[in-house]
């Protein structure tokens, strides 16, 4: 019994009134008072703590399902096909675990049968992916546009193939989180050579920021989220969570943020 359902017991036993000695006066109080605290007792050992834990991704089995699941958050589809006595797959399916642990708003997933036809029809027709050399994972927006995939069989493409599409959806705009997709990719090439759907640009955003993303405000009254990635006396270049660039003049900027400038700079005064 959980700590917070037995101090709702003792609680409840504490509250009960002492029950008369005569039999007449107890049998009356025990019939009023027994159902209550039956519901009382009930309660405390049914209710959970709250939690405030993010869910993971629901798993279907139906692609109906799954898809419509997915359309109503406008989530991504993970669907999956795997063995399910091969030696790799515990480690694949450990792996996307971990990758979408609290995700259950960004992804779902559908495992998919070697058994259905239907499946094997997905994946063939559908994903250009041959069902016979599985494992084979493809991760698709809820409208059924392929965002990435990957026929390998290492963990580590699995979690390439996630970032990626994370990535690509705009769930994940860390730009270290965007630098260890590159890293990934270079330190096992042979995973990352099964991964395809990876985008040029989900990767370009490995230089070195001066600042974290944060809000800028201008003068004018305009507030850009963005990066700091050069400096250029009166003058530098932002980065945006798209990837783009934008050059900027630090006069634009209001009086807050050219403060705020002139300590990331190192003291030098901004213009």
Known sequence: MRPLQLHRLKQTVREIPI?????SSSTTMISRLLPLALFFIASALTTSPISTRAEDPREFIELGKGVEHAKQGERLVLFLLVQTF??????ILKAITEELAGKGHEFVIVRCQNESAEHRKLFKERFNQDPDKMPLGVVT???GEVVTGTNGKSPEAYRIMILASRIQAGYETDPNKIAALNDAIMSDEEAASTVFGIKRSDIEVTKQLITKYRDWRFKDGRVVKAALLEANGPKGTFIMLDGNQVEVDFNSLSDADKGYLTIILGGNEAP
């Open 19 to 23: 029950l008369s000695a005569e039999p």
């Open 86 to 91: 091969a030696d790799e797959t515990d480690a």
């Open 141 to 143: 927006k809820s409208s």
